[in-house]
């Protein structure tokens, strides 16, 4: 029996940070925008487009990007006005497509694999992209083919705005002109060492045998070998499938110690917050469990602005726990829940005083990694 066609679309919010600012102030539209940190130490979260073309990027030194573009206009992040449009476009997405995965914060795929039998899978993406846009007036691009690496190159062709099909069994003759350092993987010292073998295209891959490939780059040589030629496995996993990362607590006596229900309480949400900064994600749910000595369970959890920070999950969930907890009732178990797990590359810099919180929970988390989840932890804890 034949396979049915995979048809999977990559759709990709425009500079989604910056296109958010403009809607709020669209006085902004068509400047050149950047959203980071502080000029002097700061660091480049996003940009515009209008940025991009002084060489502005992700990831750049501020006070570098100011040089650049020396009339670009500075503006922090606004957290809850970015989970807000996150979850919108989720929504709308999640009323449409058979199946879909939220990359990150403002990157999804949706498999539409053997859909092909009831519509048109290039048009259901221009139409859902219509719809996005219509609601929400954020700008999205999207890339549709048979498997997400190169659906995921074609919306980056596709930018600013637009929207790429790459029909089956057009994956190699798509690729082959395109850099090399298109695929993901490929850092700098990679692309040296495949410039030195006369590689410059993805194109170029093609002439050159596996068993050097591999002997060159190992594991890595394989991998280059299939991508060049379109080939990608990666699945789209269910959102609703969606991992969570959670904690709990049964106690050896039933207790009802306020001092030391929280003191449980702020210890499994660290360790729960260093579990999420370790798989470089960010969460938007927070749950609380209370089992009590009857065996009476409830459980309440909360939306809250996608975040990483201890300080504001042990805000949530203290929150969370006064308005289940039962008053002088023995408590048998406490549980912490993050859900609505998306990962966060640079977005964790978008906090407030991002620099400083960005690196403390860096040197606090690579201490916990060095001696143990309790090298470190708060006085309450």
Known sequence: MQSPQRYIAHLDLDSFFVSVKVLNNPQLKGKPIIVGGSKDRGVVSTCSYEARKFGVHSAMPMKKAMELCPDAILVHGTRGEYSRFSRWVTDIIAAKAPLFEKASIDEFYVDLTGMDKFFDPYQWTIDLRAEIIDKTQLPISFGLATNKMVAKIATDMAKPNGYLFVR???????????????????????????NEMGIKTIGDILGIPLTILEKKL????????????GIHNGQVNNYHEAKSISTESTFEENTSDMNFLLKELVRMTERVGFELRREEKLTGCVAVKIRYANFETTTKQATINFTFSDDELIVAAMQLFHQLYKSEKPVRLLGVRLSEISSHSLQGSLFDSPEKKVNLYKAIDDVKNKYGRGALKRARS
């Open 168 to 194: 089956p069994g057009m994956e190699q003759a798509f690729l082959a002109s395109l850099p090399v350092n298109k695929f993901s993987g490929v850092g700098d010292v990679t692309h040296k060492v495949l």
């Open 218 to 229: 190992g594991k890595w040589g394989v991998d280059l070998y299939n991508k060049a030629r």
